[in-house]
Structure formats: C-alpha cells, structure tokens
Antibody
Framework: QVQLQESGPGLVKPSETLSLTCTVS????????WSWIRQTPGKGLEWIGYIYYSGNTNYNPSLKNRVTISVDRSTNQFSLKLNSVTAADTAVYYC???????????????WGRGTLVTVSS | DIQMTQSPSSLSASVGDRVTITCRASEGISNYLAWFQQKPGKAPKSLIY???SLQSGVPSKFSGSGSGTDFTLTISSLQPEDFATYYC?????????FGQGTRLEIK
C-alpha cells in the first residue's frame, strides 16, 4: 500500500532554512495533491501548504513568505523549504495526501509518521 | 481563519463504552469536516471525511454527523486500541484548520 516517509535534518539553526523531503512509496505521486502539516504542543496542528504533482502550489498565508514546496516526479518525492526559521518553527512535520486524486478537497487520507525538527543554536 | 473547538479536551472511558466527541466551527463549513486518530509515534489515521463518510477500511464503530457549525464523532464499543487522541479538521476554506484534539483515556 502507499506509504509516506519524511526525512531531513532534525536540528536546524535559527535564521537558517529547514529542508524536508517526503518519499511516496508503493504508489505514484502523480494525480494527487500533497501537503505539509506541522504540530507543536503550543499551537497544535497547522497546515503549511500543498503541491499538485504538476507543480501548482497553495500556502498558508501565515507562512507564505517563508515557504516553498516543490515536487520531483522522477523520484516520487516532494519537499518543503522553510527559511528564516526561529524556535517557533520547532515542530513535528508531517506529509500527507489528499485522497481525492486530481480534485483538491483538503481532507487527508494518508499521513507520514512525522519527523521532529528542532530549531536551536 | 476558521476556529475549530473540540470538547471535551480529554475524556476517560471504559472498554465497551460508547463515547461522543464534539467539534464546533467558528463559522459554517457545510460538511467539509474530517476526523482523524493519532497515537504517539504513529502516523495520524484518517477516520471520516465529509462529516459522515467512513474512510476505506475504518470499522463502522466510528461514525460522524453534523453540518454547518456543529459536528460529532461517536465511537461505539470502545476497545483498547481506540484509546488515542482524536482531531477534527475543516477544509471548507483556506487555510485548513484543526481542532485542538480530544484525548481519550482508559478509565
């Protein structure tokens, strides 16, 4: 079955760029919308943004100025870059799939297990 | 942003019980409401979408209802594997927002 796996550095310094990759295994990245979501004890769950396999993106306005989501269909991966990070960006980051194929709805039928990223010097 | 408020924040129940969790949206979201389950260290698991539609493979002991601003998730005949944290999420409008979670604990 389709599985998602997040990967990337677990520690990022303040003011630097957080970079994570989500690998889609057991299925194709094509014809779906893919999202990044993060979770902190203080703010709870926060949707970061999505990318369609064709490259179209949509971001949460609260993060829009710092976020870039990209897709690499050749490797069945999509990625998150969040620049100018602070301690407030410390969170568990999840990748997730919208299960409605080529139609964006925004409910997620499949999630990765998440990866903890700590922002600290 | 649409605020999603769940109640209660935590709930103690016994194996075999039936429980109901409530989610309220700060404005109407039609039926664009999802529920999912989260256990420590595991991927969140989608349970329900469109307020009342069961995701494939999810047992019928889980049910959802509601429309507009008020929604419920009901779990019947609780089993040990059901003790987890449950979240609601609206996808009626951007940005997508989540409830704060309801922690279901064994009594």
């Amino acid at each position: 079955q389709v599985q998602l796996q997040e990967s990337g550095p677990g520690l990022v310094k303040p003011s630097e760029t957080l970079s994570l990759t989500c690998t889609v295994s057991g299925g194709s990245i094509n014809s779906y919308y893919w999202s990044w979501i993060r979770q902190t004890p203080g703010k709870g769950l926060e949707w970061i943004g999505y990318i369609y396999y064709s490259g179209n993106t949509n971001y949460n306005p609260s993060l829009k100025n710092r976020v870039t989501i990209s897709v690499d269909r050749s490797t069945n991966q999509f990625s998150l870059k969040l620049n100018s990070v602070t301690a407030a960006d410390t969170a568990v980051y999840y990748c997730a799939r919208d299960g409605h194929g080529s139609n964006w709805y925004g409910d997620f039928d499949l999630w990765g297990r998440g990866t903890l990223v700590t922002v600290s010097s | 942003d649409i605020q999603m408020t769940q109640s209660p924040s935590s709930l103690s129940a016994s194996v075999g019980d039936r429980v109901t969790i409530t989610c309220r949206a700060s404005e109407g979201i039609s039926n664009y409401l999802a529920w999912f389950q989260q256990k420590p260290g595991k991927a969140p698991k989608s349970l329900i979408y469109a307020a009342s539609s069961l995701q494939s493979g999810v047992p019928s002991k889980f049910s959802g209802s509601g429309s507009g601003t008020d929604f419920t998730l009901t779990i019947s005949s609780l089993q040990p594997e059901d003790f987890a944290t449950y979240y609601c999420q609206q996808y009626n409008s951007y940005p997508i927002t989540f409830g704060q979670g309801t922690r279901l604990e064994i009594k």
